[in-house]
């Protein structure tokens, strides 16, 4: 009864100034502190799908015509390692995404929907491949946000923006729109051209052994995208098995 009384007294008695008592640790801590830090989601915002009538059309001046002949650039993957178009054009019918970057919550939208429709598209043997201005680094952050299973390639220097022909100049007032956004094409690009793409996808398939322009959908309206089944539908029109 002594001993426990002992005990009971300790336990209670308040500690010599400096000390603390250690406390244990309850599995509930242990487990929290286990937890990585929850990745934030990129902002998104709706799209609307073009009517069937103007799918398949370019606007302005921007993007290569049905027939062109597909051209080679050289690009980065997003882990930095410099890539050829042509050799992705090696591979089969390639359905090349043209976005702004990953600042931009639309082309978040229609990277997301892609991602999950990846394997209709593979079914398809069609490969996705997505390109902006973005750095190596950006392309990286964007690819890893939706767990995008196909490239992400940086295109900051326009290599394949110019080959394709859809590259917009940001004039002063859309620049200080964006910077008012908290978005900074500097620092996404690395570049100080204020150059990026108009929204555009285009499906390059071989042609007598050669690559070119199956299909073209370019909209400076960047809110307007077509959709995956929109997509899903051309490829099987276009590409006649």
């Not at 359905?95 to 919550?105: A, D, E, K, N, T």
């Not at 079914?123 to 996705?128: A, E, F, I, K, T």
């Amino acid at each position: 009864m002594h001993a426990k009384l002992f005990a009971l007294v300790t336990a209670l008695a308040p500690l010599p100034s400096g000390c603390s008592r250690t406390e244990p640790v309850s599995e509930a801590k242990t487990a929290q502190a286990q937890i990585s830090p929850i990745k934030s989601t990129p902002r998104t915002m709706p799209l609307t799908a073009p009517p069937d009538d103007k799918l398949g059309t370019r606007g302005g001046d921007f993007g290569l015509a049905i027939g062109a002949p597909a051209p080679d650039a050289r690009v980065f993957e997003a882990d930095g390692k410099e890539v050829s178009l042509a050799a992705l054009y090696a591979r089969g019918p390639t359905l090349i995404v043209f976005y702004r970057g990953g600042w931009c919550p639309f082309c978040n939208t229609q990277l997301h929907a892609l991602a999950e429709a990846n394997g209709d598209f593979t079914g398809r043997g069609v490969s996705l491949v997505a390109i902006s201005v973005d750095k190596a680094d950006e392309a990286s952050k964007t690819r890893a946000s939706w767990t995008i299973p196909f490239a992400v390639l940086a295109d900051p220097l326009l290599a394949a923006h110019d080959a394709f022909r859809v590259t917009r100049i940001v004039d002063a007032s859309e620049l200080e729109k964006l910077r008012g956004f908290g978005i900074d094409l500097e620092q996404a690009s690395g570049q100080t051209h204020h150059k990026i793409a108009v929204p555009s996808i285009f499906l390059v398939a071989l042609a007598d052994g050669q690559p070119v322009v199956r299909w073209a959908h370019v909209d400076p309206e960047y809110k307007v995208r077509p959709s995956v089944a929109q997509l899903l539908q051309m490829i099987d029109r276009v590409l006649v098995r």
